[in-house]
């Protein structure tokens, strides 16, 4: 049976991102940006196995979020190499033995937010072509420049993309674009559709439309894009969760004496939640911060039907913003 394998790139250093540790463990919602890249590929249906490739030097960690996670797809951890060739080449190699025409993606360790629908666009494409690459359409007006910053073309924004991950192929093909490659002392190339569209010129590689929420977490400020597109997600699905469910369970709330505080013990009561308040005679906001204009607050119901929804999911760490 041909199978279909992700395979993880993870093996940056973030150079870029200003932080003691590669960038694919710092922390997004609560977790790992790492887990919720494993996690996607974990839970796609035409998924069969999934290859990280990373730095020795965090075999470790990455084993232990693959056990806390009972990722079980994740088949083996490999080393990268010294670039992105080297990583992509190394994932080959373990790949030796393999059906050719297994279905092969690549995927960047710190897109996070890959959907469902790229995923299985991409996989789908490669039963018409070799090559599949995921882009979306150029927003800015891109220019072509020279060594002194003198423009020397503008091409048409029409057919100008930006290329994501992940990239598919058929196994055979990249393995024969990496030969090649390899035999011809060529490794500059930053994605592997670079590599087949020039070693094997021949090849036509597909474009499939991936999405803007498929960002590469470079820069700090790429976390504060992440993280929303992450609330915007929770706020979606905590529409499935039922309030019954938390009945005989237990809910310390600590500024129980109003306003949502009060609220959230009031509405968990009424479901058969068991809560313990620990308040306080003046509210922490007003003793704090000072008097706040009550027109500037959410609703204190809402607000508290969504934070009991909110305990039911398996969301961490997001922090609900109850200013308007």
């Known amino acids: 049976m041909r199978k279909s394998v ?7 250093a973030g150079e870029r991102f200003d932080s003691s540790l590669p960038k694919q463990f710092t922390k997004l919602a609560g977790r790992a940006i790492i887990e919720y890249t494993i996690e996607r590929f974990q839970n796609h249906f035409l998924i069969d196995e999934i290859i990280i490739v990373i730095k020795s030097d965090y075999e470790d960690r990455i084993w232990e979020i693959i056990k806390n996670n009972n990722f079980n797809k994740v088949n083996r951890v490999i080393q990268g190499g010294v670039d992105r060739f080297s990583s992509t080449a190394s994932a080959l190699s373990s790949l030796h033995g393999y059906n050719k025409d297994t279905k092969v993606l690549f995927h960047d360790g710190v897109r996070p937010l890959v959907d469902d629908e790229t995923i299985t666009n991409t996989l789908k494409a490669l039963d018409s072509f070799n090559a599949v690459d995921t882009a ?30 992940p990239q598919g192929f058929r196994l055979e093909t990249l393995q024969n674009a990496y030969k090649i490659a390899l035999e011809k002392n060529k490794r ?5 559709c670079g590599v087949v569209n020039e070693i094997l010129p021949n090849e036509e590689i597909k474009v499939v439309k991936s999405n803007n929420k498929n960002i590469k977490i470079t820069y700090p400020i790429d976390l504060h894009i992440a993280e929303k ?7 979606k699905s905590l529409e499935n969760f039922d309030l019954k469910d938390l009945k005989e369970k237990n809910i310390v709330i600590f500024g129980n004496s109003r306003g949502i505080g009060r609220d959230i013990e009031d509405l968990a009561k009424k479901h058969g939640v068991n809560v313990v308040g620990c308040s306080r005679k003046t509210a922490m906001r007003e003793e704090n911060f ?18 009991l929804k909110l305990s039911l999911s398996e969301f961490s760490g997001i922090i609900l913003d109850v200013k308007r």
């Open 188 to 192: 500059a190339f930053t994605c592997d």
């Open 290 to 307: 000072g008097y706040e204009d009550p027109a500037t607050l959410l609703d204190s119901k809402s607000v508290a039907l969504k934070t």
């Open 6 to 12: 992700a395979v993880i790139l993870a093996g940056g």
């Open 229 to 235: 597109y992450i609330q915007m997600g929770t706020e």
């Open 136 to 165: 979306i359409d150029a927003t800015d007006t891109i220019i072509e420049i020279d060594e002194n910053w003198i423009i020397k073309n503008i091409p048409n924004r029409v057919f100008m993309k930006r290329g994501q991950t």
